[in-house]
């Protein structure tokens, strides 16, 4: 009797380097091999199911840059406004003209006034709270409060956000960034009540989150992932280090890293690597293993409970912050997150004001926390020179 020999299925995985990841999801069918079997004499010819697994869907990113392209012309727009020559009495770059930087006492980030970030869109939380301003706790993502400040941010953005839309495209990334930026102003604003706060770091902070939620829940299909999470855990203790010198927004960037770490559960989840190939193969072969489901248990359960827990975390701090909730009355050890004051600089972050007494052109100006003083010859100031003036002298 002929026999007719039944070739076996043949998976082709395209691995590629980085974390080690492999990325199943297009299908592609190769030119079909044949197989020859003999029947009494005569050839017969049978097709072999052949199957490629590809990598997942490629997106071409344009959401990141064009985030970094808003930043940018947004702090251009801020320095315009700012008009350093005319509102303060010295500034820096003064080749720039109105673009020219706030002097570095008072700015030491190469950037404008406190005021004009006001202006602007910062976070204040006396005009949010008062002021029934909560837009301002997403258009200070968009503001940077110097040149040095801008800089670090994009290149962050640029690094892990390229990377990131690339992987899962621009409406995942995008939603990921703006809510994680909001509850990174949410968390600054329940603790630093006195001072203005601008910047993208929170955001930044939040694609990093998810970086490591993504390495979490798709965890079956890496390689090398312990590696990948040493790497990845060490880069964020770095950087939240970072956020305990003076002048630093932590709770910015805490906030902002909690709300990514979660949505990363919630946005980031692949199918398994088991279930996709099944898909690929014919049903006899993958039914005496049985049909493996989409996602994992454990998948399922973190999707579930992260979800549950940023919308119930971003509605009550938005609901503690509208009643005028301050944490630090509930935390007394808190404040060290964001700074931690020692022998080279202080933590102190009460509002500067000064006492001004003028004789002719002679202006003489007390820091009010410090009792320092010092005395201006000035020509007709404006109250932007003079609190201009302040600022370096009580910093």
């Known amino acids: 009797m002929a026999e007719t020999l039944r070739p076996d299925i043949q998976i082709k995985v395209h691995s590629r380097r980085g974390l080690g990841v492999i990325h199943p999801v297009e ?4 030119p079909t091999p044949l197989l020859r079997g003999t029947t009494a004499g005569n050839q017969s010819q049978t097709p072999s199911p052949y199957r490629e697994i590809k990598h997942f869907k490629k997106w071409l990113p344009w959401l990141i840059p064009s985030f970094v392209i808003a930043d940018t012309v947004l ?5 315009y406004v700012n008009d350093c020559p005319k509102n303060s009495v010295s500034c820096v770059a003064t080749f720039l003209k109105r673009l020219s930087f706030q002097p570095f006492k008072e700015n030491p980030l190469l950037g404008p006034s406190s005021s004009t970030l006001e202006k602007m869109g910062a976070l204040d939380v006396e005009r949010v709270v008062d002021g029934h301003q909560g837009w301002r706790l997403i258009t200070c993502i968009w503001l940077h409060g110097g040149l040095l ?13 390229i990377r990131l839309e690339q992987e899962f495209g621009f409406i995942r990334i995008g939603l990921l960034y703006v809510i ?4 990174g102003s949410l968390l600054s604003a329940l603790f630093l009540q006195s001072n203005i ?3 993208a770091s929170g955001a930044v902070f939040g694609l990093l989150g998810a970086m490591l939620s993504e390495l979490i829940t798709n965890w079956t299909i890496y390689a090398n992932k312990l590696a990948a999470l040493v790497t990845l855990v060490i880069i964020i203790v770095i950087n939240l280090a970072v956020g305990i010198l003076p002048h630093v927004d932590n709770f910015a960037h805490l906030g902002g890293f909690s709300s990514g770490f979660l949505l990363g559960f919630v946005f980031l989840m692949r199918p398994q690597f088991g279930w996709v190939s099944q898909r690929y193969t014919t049903p006899s072969v993958y039914s005496r293993s049985g049909t493996k489901p989409k996602y994992k248990t454990y998948q399922r359960v973190l999707w579930i ?4 827990v940023v919308v119930a975390g971003l509605i009550a701090g938005l609901v503690s912050l509208l009643r005028g909730v301050d944490l630090n009355d ?3 050890w808190c404040h060290y997150m964001s700074c931690v004051p020692t022998s080279r600089w202080s933590c102190n972050t009460d509002p500067v004001t000064c006492v001004s007494e003028q004789t002719g052109n002679q202006f003489t100006l007390t820091c009010s926390n410090s009792n320092k003083n010092s005395t201006y010859l000035l020509t007709d100031p404006n109250s932007s020179q003079l609190r201009s003036l302040c600022s370096q002298l009580c910093r």
């Open 27 to 30: 299908v592609e069918s190769s």
């Open 75 to 79: 702090f251009i727009i801020t320095m």
């Open 149 to 161: 400040h801008l800089l670090a941010n994009m290149l962050s953005l640029l690094v892990i956000g």
């Open 180 to 183: 994680s930026g909001f509850g």
């Open 197 to 199: 706060s601008v910047g």
């Open 305 to 308: 409970v992260s979800l549950i």
């Open 330 to 332: 509930h935390c007394s």
